[in-house]
């Protein structure tokens, strides 16, 4: 699958790259998008459909995503009916909702290009202010344990494709995350470390894998363009050395990240308390850092 350039498959244990250009997305073999009703999900939706890929944009909000698909078919509009996007309800911390849309799949389609797993949910708040686990074993839920569940299900569907599945994870998974956001790096992490590790079992079925660690951007006050365009200063895949900026302007913003990133991992390391002090000020910029336990906190 085309995204920027072209797909990159990082082989984690050699260090090799390999760079490759596969077909148009067609309406009989579209691209699976979990986690398209907003932000980067909608942004790509949009580019994908802009390069005339046909798209199932799948979230768990219906509104947002009928919406979505009614404005990408009114700005990329096909011969055929229906236009390259279709949306569809999927919830992929529910088996039966799984499995419904495989069923639907196979129903409707030859099969799925690609896979690409962008779905993510966050619960901000530092370990101290937690009540339970609730609301982390969500985040795990959604952004770690969706992702194995529906690549364990359309796993058939690559197979058969050779296709290209993509995750989006997260610089927070390798870097780790200023207080409060504990629950996204954690699942983001956990992430990088299964794609990382699964990768080779993927090669060995003829199915490519491809992990993009953006940074920080905002998703629900832009546009998809907007999102895009923020996003893509940012995105990197493992294989960061392999990945040639496309023009001036985007090396600019691409050097610029590289030492922005270096510098923070840089001050982790050799300054881990430096470090801490900065992100409680950016955390709690407008507030004051838990100092006691929250009031409501049970124990299971």
Not at 86 to 114: C, Q
Not at 186 to 210: H, I, N, P, Q
Request: hydrophobic share 40%; aromatic share 6%; with cysteine.
């Amino acid at each position: 699958m085309r995204i920027a350039a072209a797909s990159v498959h990082s082989n984690a244990a050699s260090g090799r790259t390999t760079t490759t250009t596969t077909t148009i997305a067609t309406k009989n073999t579209p691209i699976l998008l979990v986690g398209a009703s907003q932000g980067l999900g909608a942004a790509l939706t949009f580019a994908l459909a802009k390069k005339g890929h046909a798209v199932i944009a799948a979230s768990r909000n219906r509104s947002r995503l009928e919406s979505l698909a009614e404005d990408c078919n009114r700005a990329y509009p096909t011969d055929s009916s229906g236009g390259l996007v279709t949306p569809r309800f999927l919830d992929v911390t529910d088996k039966n909702s799984i499995a419904a849309m495989v069923d639907w799949i196979k129903s409707n389609y030859e099969g799925v290009h690609s896979l690409i797993l962008n779905q993510g949910i966050n619960h901000d708040a530092c370990l101290a202010e937690w009540v339970d686990t609730v609301d982390f074993e969500s985040v795990l839920s959604v952004n770690l344990v969706g992702s194995a569940r529906i690549l364990h299900a359309c796993l058939p569907f690559l197979m058969d494709s050779k296709g290209t599945v993509v995750v989006l994870t997260s610089q927070a998974g390798v870097l780790g995350s200023v207080p409060g956001g504990v629950s996204n790096a954690a699942s983001k992490a956990g992430l990088d470390a299964f794609f990382t590790s699964v990768t080779s079992e993927l090669r060995a079925l003829g199915v490519k894998t491809l992990i993009v660690e953006p940074g920080s951007f905002r998703a629900d006050d832009e546009t998809p363009r907007q999102v895009l365009s923020a996003s893509g200063r940012y995105a990197q895949a493992r294989t960061k050395r392999q990945l040639k900026p496309e023009n001036s302007e985007t090396g600019r913003i691409w050097f610029t990240w590289r030492i922005v990133t270096f510098v923070g991992l840089t001050v982790k390391l050799f300054a881990p308390r430096l470090f801490e002090q900065l992100s409680l000020r950016v955390r709690f910029a407008k507030t004051s850092p838990p100092s006691e336990l929250n009031p409501d906190r049970s124990v299971v």
